[in-house]
Nanobody, 123 residues
Framework: QVQLVESGGGLVQAGGSLRLSCAASGGTFTTYAMGWFRQAPGKEREFVASCSYTGATTWYGDYVKGRFTISRDNAKRAVYLQMNNLKPDDTAVYYC????????????????WGQGTQVTVSS
């Protein structure tokens, strides 16, 4: 069983940056692909980014490519999402996710989820 706890959300102006963190406990961290999804009010959940067991390979949703960067620190059992040049459309609850298999699309539903952290981008 893996428990995930996100932090780092908040209110930021358009063009600003935020860094989300996700701390994992339980399980063998290095055997899980890690990633982020988001869900805005009235919208379906969508894939944001994910990374392989070592973090050497990463995947991104088209709408965040070039602005967001995912990374992981296996020694700290943590995964991060650096979000730059934020836009009002990025406003959503961001969820950390983990799965033994890689995932890179919105249709995938990873096995483990965090509670989510709110990101609000004002115009």
């Amino acid at each position: 069983q893996v428990q995930l706890v996100e932090s780092g959300g908040g209110l930021v102006q358009a063009g600003g940056s935020l860094r989300l963190s996700c701390a994992a406990s339980g399980g063998t961290f290095t055997t899980y692909a890690m990633g982020w999804f988001r869900q805005a009010p009235g919208k379906e959940r969508e894939f944001v980014a994910s990374c392989s067991y070592t973090g050497a390979t990463t995947w991104y949703g088209d709408y965040v490519k070039g602005r967001f960067t995912i990374s992981r620190d296996n020694a700290k059992r943590a995964v991060y999402l650096q979000m730059n040049n934020l836009k009002p459309d990025d406003t959503a609850v961001y969820y950390c996710a983990a799965d033994p298999a890689y995932f890179s699309t919105s249709s995938r539903s990873p096995k483990y989820w965090g509670q989510g952290t709110q990101v609000t981008v004002s115009s």
